[in-house]
Each structure stands twice: as C-alpha cells, then as structure tokens.
C-alpha cells in the first residue's frame, strides 16, 4: 500500500461525505473552497468544522501546497513573560482518528510538534507581525475555517500586529475565541463591517488599533475590557453614540468617524486617561463639569463637532494640548485657562465666545500656538504680557472684529514668533513709534509683516 493510501477495508468504512473529505484535503484551503459550487454533496462536504480543522492543519507548516509562503515571522516579547507550565493541555489540533488514514499521521505529527513549540513560546509573549497566506485569507474564510484557524493558530500569539497588510474582508466572530491576545492591531487595512460582539469579550486585551479602515455600525459597549489601556477607532465610518469605556484606559482616539450625541457620563470617569482625541464627529452637548475629575488629562482634542455652551472653568489642570475649535461654544474664555501653565497650544478659533479675552491667557510661560480666530464677538486687546510668552510661535486673531488695538511691541521680544494673523480684525499691524528703527525688534516685527505707521 502507498504512502497516503486507504486499504478496502477502510474504504468500506468511510461514508460519502467522509470520502469527499478525504479527497479535498490535500487541496490549499484557499482555492479547496472553490469546489464548494460543483454540487450540494461536495458544499456540506467542505463547510464541515472538522473537514475546516484537517485542511488547515495540513497546510500549517509548509503542507503539501504553500506557494512559497512561510508562517508568521516571531519575536518574543521580553515585556511580558509567564511560567512555562505543563504542555500537556489539549491543543485543539486535529487527532489523527478523527482523519482515518494513517498514511498522513506523520504530517501531522509534524504539524503538531511545530504547534506544541509555539505554544510553549507563547508564554512569553509571541508576536505575529507578518500575516501568512492563511492568516490573511481568515478575514475572508467562511465561519467554520475561521474559527479553526483562530483555536488552532492564532490562539497561540499574545500579539497580532498586522497593520498596513493590505488585509480585505470583515473582522470575524471568530476572533473572540482569542482569549490570551493582549494586543491587536489592525490599522490602515482595507476592512469592512461593523465590530463583532465576541471581540470585546477578550478581556485580556491592553491595546486594540482598528484605526484607517473601513468599519461601520454602532460600537458596543467596551466596559467589559477590563484591562485595555490603549484604543484607537479613528479614521473609519463608525456611527451611534459613543459606547461605554473601561476605566482602565489611558489613550483613547476616535477622530474621523460619524459619532454622535453627548459624551458619555462614563468618559469623566477615567481617571487614568492621558490622551483624548474625537475631532471631526458629529457630537453635541455640552462639557459637563465632571471634567475636572481627568486629572491626568495631557491632550485633549474635540474639535470639528457641535459642541455648545460654556467651558468649564474647571478643565484639567493638567492639559498640555487644548484643541476645541470650530464647534458652537458660548459665553467667556474662562480666566481659569490662563492657569494652565503646562499648556503648549490652545485652539479656541471657529465658535462664538464673547466679552473680553483673559490677559491671563498672555501670560502662559510654555505656549507656542494661540487660535481665537472666527469669534467675531470676542473684545479687548492683546496686553504687554504677551512678552512673557517666550514660546510663543503663531498667533492667529482673524476675523475677531470686536478686538481693536494696536499690536504691543513686546511682540518683537518673542525669539520663535513665526505668524501674527489679525486679517479682518480690528487690530492695527504698525510697528509702534517705540520701536528704535532698524533693531533687532524693528526688524523682527517687520519680517511679521508690521508696517511703518
């Protein structure tokens, strides 16, 4: 009897479908399923989870056709390490019974020891940052390969870091049986679809990036991901209110999406988040004043939506980054923001705040951008302080038409001063009779575009 060969006796045992089987396995998984069309006997055939699991764990390793493929590229991750443990646990492989023929035992020995390596290299952290064939193909598989790939493959990395692998398909249910997976990324692909529910079930995720795709739909609500730290949704077409998050995140990046309604009451209690960016949304409502309870705030950034009312005088004291142009905000800057004093830009510019501006904001010692821009009803002037804004490099005033002064001179103090926009405002761009001609400052305010009066 040949290698691979079934002698009569087995053959008198095997039923049509297991016999169909046995015949489509050696085909590459990704071209088997095209067979799926001949006829209804052959389609059940081929959808069958355990005929999914066989084909698969033939072609893991370098089977009979890979087309030059190799498996995912590996590194461990020092960063994350744990005992090594017993290896004795089931795998999820195929059992060579569950095949009927002996003559690919040796196979799939081999694909086994490969796979009893790699999950004894996963205790420490193994990371896939090259996609296979297979693993690319697991977007577009049906749901018994993808769930066969997932347990028997992808189960055994902490990390999947596919980003800009030019990926296609939907992310599958499938991916929720990944319950050891601490990190996915799945940035700047081509996907589609909304998120399935069995993703936030892992809960032993820290970081998850499905940013520049094309995902749809409402997200669910994240509170579940207990230990997620990082989570980055921007650029894609999600819709809905923004969901519930865990308190353990610290970056959290929605921009570029369709989001609508207020900002969820669970958002001010994140007490650990550093980082908030949901620019260019369709949100509404006010700031609440619960704001103040993010306190570890570095970067915030609301931006392009159609957020009302008045900031909160208690904004985090914290904020490097102050980013909430063009929305509809009301009443007066807050003084309160001139105690910033680790803030570096501050970008109010495109809304409709009026009185008068805070000299304090002047006086902030690290800020390099100021945008009051687009707020016609704004009123003041722009002090002497301004000279202690030793950072200070773009100021931008245009279209501020209640503000009527002339510049200060202590403008041409300031050594990284690049821009002074005051088109369509009140304010006069002479350089003050003050100023000594042809000095340092003269010629400073004059490359600003200051003219002579």
């Known amino acids: 009897m040949q290698h691979g060969s079934l002698s009569k ?36 055939a081929l959808e069958d989870t355990g005929f999914a699991r066989m084909n698969l764990c033939l072609f893991l390793n370098g089977g009979p056709v890979m087309h030059g493929t190799s498996y995912s590229e590996v590194e461990e991750d020092s960063a994350e390490t744990e005992d090594s443990g017993s290896d004795s646990e089931s795998d999820g492989g195929l059992d060579p019974q569950d095949i009927g023929d002996t003559g690919t035992m040796s196979a799939l020995h081999q694909n086994h020891a490969l796979r009893s390596l790699l999950l004894h290299h996963s205790r420490y952290g193994l990371v896939s940052t090259r996609p296979t064939e297979l693993d690319c193909a697991f977007f577009r598989f049906p749901e018994a390969y ?4 997932a347990a028997n493959t992808l189960s055994l990395f902490k990390r999947l870091v596919w980003s800009n692998k030019h990926l296609t398909g939907q992310v599958p249910t499938a991916i929720g049986i990944l319950n050891t997976l601490s990190e996915l990324d799945l940035s700047q692909n081509q996907l589609i679809g909304p ?9 032993s995720l820290h970081k998850l990036n499905l940013s520049s795709n094309q995902l749809t739909g409402v997200v669910p609500s994240l509170a579940s991901l207990i230990k997620l730290q990082a989570l980055d949704l921007s650029h894609n ?12 995140l610290k970056m959290l990046t929605l921009n570029n999406n369709k989001f609508t309604g207020s900002l969820p009451v669970s958002l001010y209690s994140l007490q650990k988040l550093l980082f908030l960016k949901a620019d260019t949304n369709k949100l509404s409502g006010t700031l609440s004043h619960d704001i103040s309870k993010l306190t570890c705030l570095l970067l915030l950034d609301l931006g392009n939506n159609q957020l009302r009312g008045k ?8 904020l490097v980054k102050l980013y909430l142009h063009n929305n509809c905000f009301t009443g007066s800057i807050p003084d ?10 501050l970008w109010l ?21 100021v945008r009051l821009d687009g707020n016609p009803r704004l009123l003041g002037g722009i ?7 030793q950072c200070l490099r773009y100021l931008n005033f245009s279209g501020c038409a209640g503000i009527r002064c002339e510049l200060p001179a202590e403008l041409g103090t300031l050594p990284y001063l690049r821009e002074v926009n005051v088109n369509g405002s009140g304010i006069v761009k002479n350089i003050p009779k003050s100023v000594e001609k042809d000095g340092c400052e003269w010629k400073r305010l004059k490359r600003l575009g200051f003219q002579q009066a």
């Open 9 to 44: 006796p087995q053959l008198q045992h095997i039923g049509a479908p297991e016999l169909l089987q046995l015949i489509f396995r050696w085909i590459h998984p990704i071209k088997v399923l095209q067979y799926k069309r001949v006829c209804r006997s052959i389609h059940l």
């Open 311 to 318: 900031i909160p005088a208690e904004i985090g004291q914290s």
């Open 349 to 369: 510019n495109g809304n409709a705040f009026s009185g008068l501006i805070p000299a304090s904001l002047f006086r902030l010692p690290r800020v390099s951008a």
């Open 336 to 345: 309160a923001l001139g105690s910033l004093v680790a803030l570096e830009d």
């Open 146 to 149: 993808q769930r066969a790939h």
């Open 237 to 248: 077409k999600f819709a809905g209110s923004l969901p519930d998050f865990p308190a353990s």
């Open 383 to 389: 002090p002497a302080d301004v000279g202690r804004m």
């Open 195 to 203: 998120l399935p529910l069995p993703l936030v079930s892992i809960s």
